[in-house]
């Protein structure tokens, strides 16, 4: 008898379909999605604008490191950067330049 029961619910039960499958795959890939479009791809903009940063300064740049120095930049080098403090020099790595120095940065925005 409990073979027939066997038989019986072997042939009752669920077959697992494709939606079923598509359903559980869905939520993983959502949430790669939303991490792609709000982690990865504003860091790699980010990255992109700094290299792009980096490849443009010349001499006599006025610049800000990422100590907060800011000073001219009086020589390049392949990976250097020499600084003058107004004063003093001193030669940083390029990748340490976070951007060019305004002094009125409000005098940039549109509309005024």
Do not use: Y
């Not at 020499?82 to 001193?90: A, F, M, P």
Request: proline share 5%; hydrophobic share 45%; no cysteine.
């Amino acid at each position: 008898m409990p073979s027939v029961l066997h038989a019986f619910l072997a042939q009752t039960a669920e077959t697992p379909d494709a939606q079923t499958a598509l359903f559980k795959v869905l939520p993983i890939f959502a949430i790669g999605v939303v991490f792609w479009l709000f982690f990865i791809r504003p860091q790699q903009k980010q990255g992109k604008a700094h290299a792009a940063l980096i490849a443009g300064l010349k001499r006599g740049d006025e610049v800000v490191t990422q100590g907060g120095s800011i000073g001219t930049i009086v020589s390049l080098d392949e990976r250097t950067v020499t600084i003058d403090l107004g004063g003093s020099k001193v030669r940083t790595i390029k990748s340490h330049v976070i951007g060019r120095w305004v002094e009125n940065p409000s005098a940039l925005k549109p509309g005024k």
